[in-house]
């Protein structure tokens, strides 16, 4: 793998196919391997990590400071590295393996994320699933998908109407402030129907207009910073409850028709009030 020579779109978005090449080649012999399972949460909770996260965030890490020094990394298993030498700051923001649950259950529905952003605002995004072969991302401008075929297709969301529109959101059990759950309630209400347990794959998903909304708690950057170009450069949008910026993750709502994301956004504030 050559080093980029500069941050031009090109450049970058190969480093992204490259990273996903290799932190998938790192998770694959983990996957199904009855592999040993430590739980990061101290407080009675489970918050289950593996060596299959932390071999693949090393490696995506270990290319990133081979190719690109100066830039930041915010991943979730080991500390973050802040950008140097740049007023326009990079910063790549990495979940190793999101849908960590999923991936010891040995379900196929996880994936690697990894996001760029680019003085605070995420430009582009990956997200790769090397067991079946899928593979979705973002460049500067559009989004793609490219299956276990090979082919690659751009990504378009699909206009919907709320009273028809599908759900997703991973568990109902991250709803449990009583403020949170009347939101969510009031939103299920509303749409057509709903399914648990998508993780970064609903959210692609939506992306691909087989989905039309995504809601969801307590999200860290990590989890949602590359899925915002891969959405939005693929006609949808992703925001806070509020309506504001979501790369600092918390409280979501992506939808793939922005004219349903402002009628969500009035039923989440009449729920919220």
Known sequence: MDKPVNNDSTSLVATLHDLA??????????????ISIDNKA?????DPVTEADRAAEQTIRAILAQRYPEHGILGEEFAATAATGTTDAYQWVIDPIDGTRSFILGLPTWGTLIGLKHNGAPM???????YTRERF???ANASYFRGADGKTTRLETRPAQLVTAQL???????FAEARDRRAFDAVNARVRACRYGGDCYAYCLLAMGLIDVVIEVDLKPYDIVALIPIIENAG?????????PAGDGG?????????????LLKIIADADA
């Open 21 to 34: 090449d290799s932190s998938g080649a790192t998770i694959g012999p983990y996957f199904r391997a009855g």
């Open 42 to 46: 101290a407080d009675g909770r489970f």
């Open 124 to 130: 582009m995004g990956m997200m790769n699933q090397p």
């Open 137 to 139: 991302w973002s460049d």
């Open 168 to 174: 997703s959101t991973t568990t109902p059990d991250m």
């Open 236 to 244: 949808g949008i992703v925001t806070d409850w509020q309506g504001g």
């Open 251 to 263: 409280r979501i709502l992506a939808c793939g028709d922005r004219r349903i994301h402002g009628e």
